[in-house]
Each structure stands twice: as C-alpha cells, then as structure tokens.
C-alpha cells in the first residue's frame, strides 16, 4: 500500500513534489479511502488521476517512481562497478544541473510502515535511508551519507537491525544501494524493500498496448488453466466478446518472408503466442475467431490490462498507468469504480493514473484524489492536489477546471502561427 511518493530534481521536477495517497479530513465519498490497519498509519485513498496539459510533467512523476522501481531492483546486479546511476537532474538551471536528484517513498508492507529513500547524482548514491514502524515508534534502521572531503561513507545503524552489517556495507558499491545489496545476500529484513517494489507495485508506465503487457495476460491465462475469468472481465466492460483462447505455433521461415537473414535465424523455431477473441454470430450460426490485430486498440489495451488488473486486486498492489486514453471515459469510469469498491477490492488496490479525460472529474474522485500538474514560470513541473483549491461539494469540478480556476491548461497562442 503506497501512503506517500516524493522526488526532487529530476527530468522537469525541481523543487520536491510529492504525491499522497493520504485521505484528508473531508467525509465526502468514505468509500473511496480505507484504513491499512498498520501501526502509525494514516487512512488512504483507493486511487490518484493525475490531470494536465502535454508536456507539463504527468509522466515524469510516473517515469520518477519507474526509476526508482528499477533502481531498487537492479542497482546490486544491473550495472558495472563503474557505471553512471542513470539519474537525471533538472537541467535548466545551472545549480539544479550539478544537484543529486532524491527519491522518497512511504509504504506499508505486510503491516509494517516503512520510509525509505535515496539521492544520488549521475556518479554515485550520496544519501541513503530507511526507518520501520513495526510496534507503532520509528525505528531507525540505518542512514548512508556521502562525504565528499574525505571521498567516503559514514553509516548510521540503528539497533533494530540485525544480520551482518558491516558485510553488506563492504559490499554496497558506490553506484548501488544497500537495501539492494543487502537483498543480493539474503539479508532477511532489508530484502523487504525491494520485495514491495517487486510485489507491491506494477508499472504500466509506457502504453497498455505493449507486448510484455499483452504477455503477462497470456501467462496469467496458462498459470490458471483456462481464460474464463479474464474473458467475464471483458465482457463486463462490454466489448462485444464472448470468450478468449491462445492459439499457439512454431515461426517458420514462410511466417518472415521479408526478414533480414539475422533475424529469421534468430527467430525461427521459437513458440509464438497470440490471443483470439470469440464472437458470438447475431444469426445463431456460432462463434467467429479474431486474431489481437483485428480488435480495436480499446479492446487490445483491456486485454493487456486484464492480466495486472486481476494481479493487482488479487494481492493489494498498487497499479500506475500513464494514460489511459486508448480506453473510453466509461471503461476507465467503470475501472476506477471496482477499485474504489469494498466488495470487489477486499484487499485494498491501489489505482494512480495519468489523463487528459476531464470528464472523470465529477462524481468519482474525491478532491483529494484529483492532482493538478503543471509548469511554472522556471519550466519546472509542479504537483497540486484540488483540495488545496477548496471547491465547493457541489461545485462541477469539470467546468471549473476547464474555466482555468485550478490552473493545470495548456495556453494556446494562434497568434504565433
């Protein structure tokens, strides 16, 4: 469960912006919060639309929590001893440009609150720390700070964590984390870090229509033995399609007429997976068999999603996706109405999305569910949530926002063209 995200000077982000999934003290919609029944924990919204012009930074906060995704997960095995971090500072003025870029998330884990983040600059990790509320009092478990006189670290360890902790802080290279490391050697607490990034979060941060996304849903179909369930799924959001099978076969070199050489020899012989939709005939005369390709994009991207969905619902994750566009304003209505639902998401989900649709404004979101991104006079990407702006119950959230009250729209200038 996600309670809080922060980053700092990275890609068009700044100064710090942080998204919370913290419920404020308004009673408005009671069904779209829960209590995540940790010690110390605040209650939480079930779901986060980010709304904004293009280019105003909606995908970099998304790409900032995916880099610090990968990082947790790849920094101990992914990279050489020397290699750059892949950090990305804000690069239009000159102090931000040689400024690390930092990271922070809040998050609760098997019922344990933890804090947890790093700074690092395109060399190195400079910052790095992580405190724990398993009895409902933080514990400090350890703080990593570079030095940059004396071209080394100095360590903070907390009492509360054990295991061999000089053996992993002489194995943290200086271009990886040590919860990274520590996981690297079973270092039983440490290892849960990334294993909430593994287990905790899915990242649909570049498009529904990619074939890993596509492929996750196949193999969720052969793990359970059958498509049944992901074929109700479509059918509840009423696309026409009345069951779902994988048709499998060996590439052959006749299936690559036009290949290079080097990739027909590279290919040919592998299994090749691909999902057909099941039509029932109007006239009674059967089903009729479509390939992916011949399904709209809409269809195409709620199969890819259908996989996660049921993952993230099944396990209580937390689910991001920057834009939703391919899919129409009542299916993503009709997504966002199953995750702010009890009964349907027993284990408390978590959906934070990207749009431009504004018509999901009024009567799904409480106000504090709805962020505002855009850039200042600086480039520089910030991070509103509505309810600072204080509008009425029963004010129309749409109009006022396509009114230019909130801020967050594009300036449209037809006099330069």
């Not at 804000?90 to 700074?119: M, T, V």
């Not at 290892?191 to 596509?214: A, D, K, T």
């Not at 027909?264 to 390939?291: A, N, T």
């Amino acid at each position: 469960m996600l309670i809080e995200f922060s980053v700092t000077n990275f890609r068009s982000i700044r100064e710090k912006q942080t998204l919370s999934m913290v419920a404020g003290s308004g009673k408005e919609m009671p069904g779209n919060t829960f209590d995540p029944k940790a010690p110390k924990a605040p209650r939480l919204l079930r779901s986060a639309a980010l709304f904004g012009p293009n280019a105003s930074g909606k995908t970099n906060v998304i790409n900032a929590l995916a880099f610090m995704h990968n990082f947790v997960r790849d920094s101990a095995t992914g990279r050489e001893p020397k290699a750059k971090t892949g950090a990305t500072p804000f690069l239009l003025d000159r102090d931000s440009r040689n400024q690390p870029s930092e990271f922070e998330i809040l998050f609760i884990h098997k019922g344990i609150h933890y804090q947890y983040g790093f700074a690092l600059t395109r060399e190195r990790v400079v910052e790095e720390w992580l405190f724990a509320w398993p009895v409902g009092r933080a514990q400090m478990w350890f703080k990593r700070s570079y030095d940059d006189a004396s071209d080394a670290y100095t360590w903070g360890m907390g009492n509360s964590l054990l295991g061999q902790r000089q053996v992993i802080q002489e194995a943290t290279r200086p271009n990886a984390l040590f919860v990274s490391t520590a996981a690297q050697l079973n270092h039983e607490q440490l290892s849960v870090i990334p294993e909430w990034f593994q287990e905790g979060l899915f990242l649909m941060g570049n498009g529904l229509l990619e074939y890993r996304h596509i492929a996750h849903t196949l193999d969720m179909i052969e793990n359970e033995g059958g498509a049944s369930g992901l074929a109700n799924f479509m059918k509840a959001a009423d696309l026409g399609i009345n069951g779902i099978a994988v048709d499998r076969k060996t590439i052959t070199a006749d299936d690559l007429p036009s290949a290079p050489e080097e990739l027909k020899q590279e290919i040919v012989g592998k299994k090749m997976r691909r999902p057909v939709f099941l039509h029932e005939c109007p006239d009674g005369s059967g089903q009729e068999r479509f390939p992916i390709e011949s399904e709209s994009d809409g269809t195409r991207a709620m199969f890819a999603l259908a996989g996660p969905w049921r993952d993230i619902i099944a396990n209580g994750m937390v689910l991001v996706i920057d834009e939703l566009s391919s899919l129409h304003p009542k299916l993503v209505r009709f997504l966002v109405e199953l995750i702010h639902s009890p009964h349907y998401n027993p284990k408390n989900a978590q959906l934070i999305f990207t749009t431009h649709d504004v018509t999901l404004m009024d009567d799904l979101f409480r106000r504090d569910q709805i962020w505002l991104v855009e850039k200042d006079a600086s480039q520089a990407s910030t991070l509103t949530p509505l309810s600072e702006f204080k509008p009425r119950l029963d004010e129309k959230l749409q109009k006022g926002y396509m009114s230019g009250r909130y801020g967050a729209l594009p300036v449209l200038t037809p006099e330069r063209l």
